[in-house]
């Protein structure tokens, strides 16, 4: 159990639609990121966020959005969903900014119709 | 981020060492070598990393070699439950910069 906690675990949706993911990082740590994980691309870095703040931006679609809120728990929202946006999403944790040491949620698998 | 370079799969029988090589050849000097493992469909997690000396820890060792252009990462005694996707990344400390290759599949068979 790393202590990251996502919600949901699993999410079936169909084309158009739009859904929040959840992510509360292991108590302590101030920086989240998300990564995505679909079969053809491997695990893609999408955003990271420090204290509330943006800190670095990836692969992330424009119709993806995230944000940390006060309590320092995040949420990745996706919205005009397509069938390609099927995937694993995860999120981790870390205590500083610029640790390569990370803390894996267990993802949430997202299922586009 | 530079590149790794990793065999895409391996294997290794329970109870051996598993030695998983992965090359690095552009490695900056800044750049640490971080190990994480998936293992089927969980959320990839930390093993080890280093930056030019080798490095144990209760997981595994991290043998880097001196001109820092290739590592090995070594499970001194492989389970079943060792049977994971093992990713060698290098990174500038900065868990923005952690790209995840295809990595090592090991099966470690009875």
């Known amino acids: 159990d790393s202590g990251v906690t996502q919600t949901p675990k699993h999410l079936i949706t169909a084309t158009g639609q739009r859904v929040t993911l959840r992510c509360s990082p292991r108590?302590?740590?101030?920086?989240v990121y998300w990564y995505q994980q679909s079969l053809d691309q491997g695990l893609q870095f999408l955003i990271q966020?420090?204290?509330?703040?943006?800190?670095a931006k990836g692969n992330i679609l424009e119709r993806f959005s995230a944000q940390q809120f006060p309590d320092l728990h995040s949420e990745l929202n996706l919205s005009s969903l397509e069938l390609g946006d099927s995937a694993l999403y995860f999120c981790?944790?870390?205590?500083?900014?610029?640790?390569?040491?990370?803390?894996f949620g267990e993802g949430s698998r997202l299922t586009v119709l | 981020d530079a590149k790794t370079t990793q065999p895409t799969s391996m294997d290794c029988a329970e109870g051996r060492a598993a030695n998983l090589p992965c090359n690095h050849s552009?490695?900056?000097?800044?750049?640490?070598v971080y190990w994480y493992r998936q293992i089927h469909s969980q959320g990839p997690q930390y093993i080890i990393h280093?930056?030019?000396n080798n490095e144990t820890n209760e997981m595994a060792s991290l043998i880097i070699t001196e001109d820092r252009k290739s590592s090995t990462l070594i499970l001194p005694h492989a389970t079943l439950r060792d049977t994971a996707v093992y990713y060698c990344?290098?990174?500038?400390?900065?868990?923005?910069?952690?790209?995840f290759g295809g990595g090592t599949r090991l099966m470690v068979k009875p």
């Open positions: 552009t490695i900056s000097g800044n750049e640490y």
């Open positions: 108590s302590g740590d101030l920086s």
């Open positions: 990344i290098d990174s500038n400390n900065a868990g923005n910069m952690l790209t």
């Open positions: 280093g930056l030019k």
């Open positions: 966020y420090y204290n509330g703040e943006e800190r």
């Open positions: 981790a944790s870390s205590v500083t900014a610029l640790s390569g040491e990370l803390f």
